[in-house]
């Protein structure tokens, strides 16, 4: 029997991935390196959510669980842009 897990992700890579480069212009000083550690920062502060298909998540959520998943995105981006822009700063200062 042949499976096709190719559908299967993490329901908030997509979106963390399209806030961070959305976000890359307010932050014009982060190279590209600095904006996928930003991703994965903030993607380890989030919970994994694996779906198949994001829309089927998404019909199925409250405007409250929506609501939450937008708090915690917001706040999982501000946190990895902070450390990421601090970790770079301390690393300058060192050399």
């Known amino acids: 029997m042949v499976f096709n897990f190719e559908q299967v992700h993490n329901y908030y890579e997509r979106l963390v991935l399209?806030?961070?480069a959305r976000m890359s212009a307010v932050h014009p000083d982060f190279t590209h390196d600095m904006l996928a550690d930003v991703a994965c920062v903030a993607l380890n502060r989030l919970p994994a959510r694996y779906v198949r298909h994001d829309v089927d998540m998404m019909f199925y959520l409250t405007e409250h669980?929506?609501?939450a998943?937008?708090?915690s995105m917001a706040e999982?981006?501000?946190?990895?842009?902070a450390f990421v822009a601090e970790r770079v700063a301390k690393r300058s200062a060192a050399a």
């Open 76 to 81: 999982a981006l501000a946190f990895a842009f």
């Open 65 to 67: 669980e929506r609501h």
């Open 69 to 71: 998943i937008e708090q």
């Open 18 to 20: 399209e806030d961070v």
